[in-house]
C-alpha cells in the first residue's frame, strides 16, 4: 500500500483536521475561527437554498484568507441549485454529506476545488474513488447527527483497505488519545463535529452547549432506523417519544413529522425539550466550553501525542 498524502499537505493547512460541517451549527463564524487556528472550517450548507449559502461564503472570505470549506448535504431539496451555484465559486474544498456527488465532482474540480465525501460504507467509498474525489471521510456511527451502521473502528481500516486515497476519520474524535487512535487505524487526518459545538465561537443556543457538557455516556440515542434515516442525538423528551412511537403502526411518519425543524428548535431556540440535540457519543467526554484555538491545541497536543508514541514503542510486542 503506498503511502497516502496527509489531509493537511493535500489542502495546505498545518493541522491534519477538518471541523465537521454541522447543519444550523457550523456557520462561516465558528468556521472562519476554525481556519485561523490551523484546521479546515467548514460551513454548512445543510437545507440552506443557494443565495443564503452564498452570503455566508462572502461572509467567510471577509473572515480569513486561509483555505476553508463547504459541506453540502446531498439530501437537502436545494442540493442541485447549491451544487450549481458552487461550481462557479472557486470554493477551496467541497465536502458531501448523504449520498453519492458523482454527477457534480469534475465540475467542481474545473473551478480548483478540492472535493471530498462522507461515507459510511466501503461500496460507497469504492464507486467515489473512481468518480475522482481528492480524499474520503469515513464515518462511524459513533458521530452525532446521521449515521451508518459501522464504527469508526471497524469502518476506517476497511475504506483505508478499499481506495487508494487518503481516508479521514471521523466519529468519535475528540482528545489527543482518539487523534492517535484515528491514524494507528490508517487514517490520514481526522473531521471532528461534536467537540466544535461548546467552542466559543460557536453561535448555538447556550442551552444547545449545556446540553453536551451535561450529556452522560447513557444519553447518546439513535432515533428514526425505522425511517432508513438515523440519527444520533442527545436523549430528551422528543427523542423518548420517538423511540416508544418509533415501531408502532405509522411509526415512520410519526417519526419524520416530529424531526421536522427539531434541529432549528434545539440550535436557535434552545428547546431543551422539543429540540434535536444532536452530538455524538463523545459529548459525555466534554466538559469545558473553550476557544476553537484551545480546542484544537488539546486534540494535536505535542506533549500528550509523544507520549502515546513512547507507550506504543513500549508496549507492543
Ligand atoms: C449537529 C450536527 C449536525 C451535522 N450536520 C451534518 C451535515 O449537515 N452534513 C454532514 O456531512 N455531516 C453532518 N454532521 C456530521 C459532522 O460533520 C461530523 O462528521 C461528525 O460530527 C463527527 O463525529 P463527532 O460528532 O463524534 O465529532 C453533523 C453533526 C452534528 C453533531
Redesign the pocket.
Known sequence: MSRMPLISELLGIRYPLIQ????W?SDAGLAAAVSEAGGLGVI?A?NMPADALRSQIDRIRGLTQKPFGV?V?LLSPYAPEVSEMLAGEEVPVI?T??GDPARYVDAWKRRGSHVLA?VASTALARRLSSAGVDALIA?GS?????IGELTTMALVPGIVDAVELPVVA?????DARTVAAAFCLGARGV?????F?VANECAVHENYKNSVLEARDIDSKVTGRVTGHPVRVLRNKLVRQMLREEYEPGGAARIEEMGTGA?RRAVVDGDRESGSF?????AYRIDRAQSVRDIIGELFDAAALGEIRRELGRDLP
Do not use: K, P, Y
Not at 142 to 146: D, F, N, P, S
Not at 170 to 174: D, E, S, T
Not at 191 to 195: E, H, I, M, P, S
Open positions: 465537521g460541517g454541522m447543519a451549527v454548512a445543510g459541506n448535504m465536502i454529506g448523504a462522507v464515518e459513533e458521530a452525532g447527527g446521521h471521523a466519529g468519535g474524535i475528540c473531521q471532528v463535529g461534536t467537540r459545538i434541529l444532536m452530538a455524538g457519543q463523545c
